[in-house]
């Protein structure tokens, strides 16, 4: 460990410090329907919009109608995406004349997109077209992206609903998402990463002769287009394979925490929109500081355990050094670009939130490294979470340590103002487990059974650690994966076990969807039965959620509840590896 690396990662949450009033203020401006300043700009756009969709953004919806937008919005999505990607050798920008992925891969593929997941069964510079690229998965991560944040300004508007059941308008909410929050920070984050070196580009791959005087292609593409809304949208799926550690993607060490900021910078910001909405900034701050708390604590493993590296290591002469004089540490799977401090930031940065970019390799963690990113997806993704789908988890998590907090003092639970019934624990509490119950099941399965099996690369704790993160991942629509594991094998003469990567796409689709919209249902219920609640004076009794002391419960809360459901898991994965001295 270094100065300079422990620096690095406190200018950087520094700076997500100070954006986030300023971001978070502006989207509470654009979701309570005040005057921002590039209504002039795009306010024609957004009306025309409207017009096209026969839309009558006065009418409010209730949870139900709302929910119901949202899957038809997403259906409509996936059927698009799904066409888009089987028909790719008839469109145009297609230089390289890729055909279509296998309809299994395309299955997952879609899924994953559509969830906001971007978990990737295939390299995206040796399968996909320009087309598919930008018209297909760049256009999907900015929609699945707003979809999350509409839902979690429903629930905003649900608790702070003093009339009626209505949570707005989910058409007018998708598109202001786009239109003044999403493509704006693109369009300027984009031309600040081509600034930068990263490719955007509509030509052909380029040929080289190598000093050996044999010949290859070096992939190009529209990558920074690609690249903005990835890290944006807390989205993740990369141009090429290698991700944020391919050079044209991620070309500097600026870009690198450029990128970084781009991740947190939304989720972050949404809870001070929160505090906003509900007329209480110290309410945002709370749910912010519970956040930092977490996100402290798993960065600041994640580096000592790397910097350090393991016993097997040290007696295998294989602990690098990083710079003269200074003390060694795991290099392996790293870039030299970004070092140990740079890889870990950035890996537990996506693995907070549902990003699922790397820029480094999670299969060459050491074992208490590789805990930290499973441990973060075993929050449940609240530290910072995805776009919108932190905000939403977490304040469910809200509503569970405001009842276990009631039933302490002895009082009936309360929410700024708000009683909290067993109504409404009932449906947090589902919606909290859907995702643990999913990524366990699935694992079960996976590992059950054979056709699982065939997708695991590694051995031993390793092989499970691979497959328990796989799901894990997906079922949190993060995207990051344990290198090994595969869902796609090349077809070739005499292939086998293709059933077993078909098992793979299947099961991690049903992963996928069944962990994004399940939760996204209880969600909505959960605004609609806040909603139309009357508000009640706080008295002498009644408990704050904006003191260190809620702080400290909220954060018990989401560690008792990740503990309790996932240890067992971590056990026999990433934590009897660290204890048994293997290299990685």
Same mark, same amino acid.
């Given at each position: 460990?270094?100065?300079?690396?422990?620096?690095?990662?406190?200018?950087?949450?520094?700076?997500?410090?100070?954006?986030?009033? @300023?971001?978070? &203020?502006?989207?509470? +401006?654009?979701?309570? !329907?005040?005057?921002?300043?590039?209504?002039? %700009? /795009?306010?024609? $756009?957004?009306?025309?919009?409207?017009?096209?969709?026969?839309?009558?953004?006065?009418?409010?919806?209730?949870?139900?109608?709302?929910?119901?937008?949202?899957?038809?919005?997403?259906?409509?999505?996936?059927?698009?995406?799904?066409?888009?990607?089987?028909?790719?050798?008839?469109?145009?920008?297609?230089?390289?004349?890729?055909?279509?992925?296998?309809?299994?891969?395309?299955?997952?593929?879609?899924?994953?997109?559509?969830?906001?997941?971007?978990?990737?069964?295939?390299?995206?510079?040796?399968?996909?077209?320009?087309?598919?690229?930008?018209?297909?998965?760049?256009?999907?991560?900015?929609?699945?992206?707003?979809?999350?944040?509409?839902?979690?300004?429903? @629930?905003?508007? &649900?608790?702070?609903? +003093?009339?009626?059941? !209505?949570?707005?308008?989910?058409?007018?909410? %998708? /598109?202001?998402? $786009?239109?003044?929050?999403?493509?704006?920070?693109?369009?300027?984050?984009?031309?600040?990463?081509?600034?930068?070196?990263?490719?955007?580009?509509?030509?052909?791959?380029?040929?080289?002769?190598?000093?050996?005087?044999?010949?290859?292609?070096?992939?190009?593409?529209?990558?920074?287009?690609?690249?903005?809304?990835?890290?944006?949208?807390?989205?993740?799926?990369?141009?090429?394979?290698?991700?944020?550690?391919?050079?044209?993607?991620?070309?500097?060490?600026?870009?690198?925490?450029?990128?970084?900021?781009?991740?947190?910078?939304?989720?972050?910001?949404?809870?001070?929109?929160?505090?906003?909405?509900?007329?209480?900034?110290?309410?945002?701050?709370?749910?912010?500081?519970?956040?930092?708390?977490?996100?402290?604590?798993?960065?600041?493993?994640?580096?000592?355990?790397?910097?350090?590296?393991?016993?097997?290591?040290?007696?295998?002469?294989?602990?690098?050094?990083?710079?003269?004089?200074?003390?060694?540490?795991?290099?392996?799977?790293?870039?030299?670009?970004?070092?140990?401090?740079?890889?870990?930031?950035?890996?537990?940065?996506?693995?907070?939130?549902?990003?699922?970019?790397?820029?480094?390799?999670?299969?060459?963690?050491?074992?208490?490294?590789?805990?930290?990113?499973?441990?973060?997806?075993?929050?449940?993704?609240?530290?910072?979470?995805?776009?919108?789908?932190?905000?939403?988890?977490?304040?469910?998590?809200?509503?569970?340590?405001?009842?276990?907090?009631?039933?302490?003092?002895?009082?009936?639970?309360?929410?700024?103002?708000?009683?909290?019934?067993?109504?409404?624990?009932?449906?947090?509490?589902?919606?909290?487990?859907?995702?643990?119950?999913?990524?366990?099941?699935?694992?079960?399965?996976?590992?059950?059974?054979?056709?699982?099996?065939?997708?695991?690369?590694?051995?031993?704790?390793?092989?499970?650690?691979?497959?328990?993160?796989?799901?894990?991942?997906?079922?949190?629509?993060?995207?990051?994966?344990?290198?090994?594991?595969?869902?796609?094998?090349?077809?070739?003469?005499?292939?086998?076990?293709?059933?077993?990567?078909?098992?793979?796409?299947?099961?991690?689709?049903?992963?996928?969807?069944?962990?994004?919209?399940?939760?996204?249902?209880?969600?909505?219920?959960?605004?609609?039965?806040?909603?139309?609640?009357?508000?009640?004076?706080?008295?002498?009794?009644?408990?704050?959620?904006?003191n260190p002391t809620f702080i400290v419960l909220l954060i018990g809360v989401v560690i008792l509840v990740g503990a309790l459901t996932f240890f067992p898991a971590l056990l026999l994965g990433p934590i009897v590896q660290a204890l048994t001295g293997h290299l990685f």
């Open positions: 460990m270094t100065l300079q690396g422990w620096l690095q990662i406190v200018v950087f949450f520094a700076i997500v410090v100070a954006i986030t009033p @300023l971001l978070g &203020g502006y989207m509470a +401006r654009v979701f309570t !329907g005040q005057h921002v300043h590039l209504a002039r %700009v /795009v306010g024609p $756009v957004e009306r025309g919009i409207y017009r096209v969709l026969r839309v009558d953004v006065e009418r409010e919806q209730d949870w139900k109608s709302y929910a119901a937008s949202v899957l038809l919005f997403s259906l409509a999505g996936w059927l698009l995406l799904y066409l888009i990607l089987r028909t790719q050798s008839l469109q145009p920008f297609n230089p390289e004349g890729f055909h279509s992925m296998p309809w299994n891969v395309t299955f997952n593929t879609v899924t994953s997109f559509l969830t906001n997941t971007n978990w990737q069964y295939y390299g995206g510079e040796t399968t996909l077209s320009y087309f598919s690229q930008m018209v297909g998965l760049t256009v999907q991560n900015f929609v699945s992206a707003a979809v999350g944040i509409c839902v979690a300004v429903a @629930l905003i508007r &649900g608790i702070v609903g +003093r009339n009626g059941n !209505g949570l707005g308008n989910f058409w007018q909410d %998708v /598109v202001r998402t $786009v239109l003044y929050v999403l493509l704006p920070i693109s369009v300027v984050g984009a031309l600040v990463l081509v600034s930068q070196g990263t490719i955007q580009t509509l030509g052909h791959y380029l040929s080289f002769t190598g000093l050996t005087g044999l010949g290859g292609h070096t992939a190009v593409g529209p990558v920074a287009s690609q690249e903005v809304i990835k890290n944006l949208g807390t989205n993740g799926g990369g141009f090429f394979n290698t991700n944020a550690a391919h050079p044209f993607e991620n070309p500097t060490g600026f870009t690198n925490i450029f990128e970084i900021l781009l991740v947190f910078s939304i989720p972050a910001a949404l809870t001070a929109t929160y505090g906003r909405m509900v007329g209480s900034r110290r309410q945002g701050w709370a749910l912010f500081a519970a956040m930092a708390v977490m996100f402290a604590a798993g960065v600041g493993v994640l580096y000592a355990s790397e910097a350090h590296g393991t016993p097997a290591q040290h007696a295998a002469g294989l602990h690098t050094q990083v710079v003269a004089n200074s003390t060694g540490g795991n290099m392996e799977g790293k870039e030299q670009r970004f070092g140990i401090a740079g890889s870990a930031l950035f890996n537990t940065v996506t693995t907070d939130t549902s990003t699922g970019a790397v820029d480094a390799s999670f299969d060459s963690l050491s074992g208490l490294g590789g805990a930290v990113p499973m441990a973060n997806l075993a929050t449940g993704e609240v530290i910072f979470g995805g776009v919108g789908s932190g905000l939403y988890v977490m304040l469910l998590y809200v509503l569970l340590a405001v009842f276990i907090g009631g039933l302490m003092v002895g009082r009936t639970p309360e929410l700024l103002g708000k009683k909290i019934e067993a109504r409404e624990i009932k449906l947090a509490s589902v919606g909290i487990l859907i995702t643990p119950l999913t990524a366990l099941i699935s694992t079960a399965l996976a590992i059950a059974d054979h056709a699982g099996r065939v997708s695991i690369f590694n051995s031993g704790p390793q092989g499970f650690s691979e497959t328990f993160y796989a799901y894990l991942s997906q079922s949190n629509n993060n995207g990051s994966a344990f290198a090994g594991y595969t869902g796609f094998i090349q077809p070739t003469a005499g292939n086998v076990g293709s059933h077993g990567i078909t098992f793979a796409d299947l099961l991690g689709s049903f992963d996928l969807a069944f962990a994004r919209y399940a939760p996204i249902l209880f969600v909505l219920a959960v605004a609609g039965s806040l909603a139309g609640k009357r508000v009640s004076p706080v008295g002498l009794g009644t408990m704050r959620t904006d």
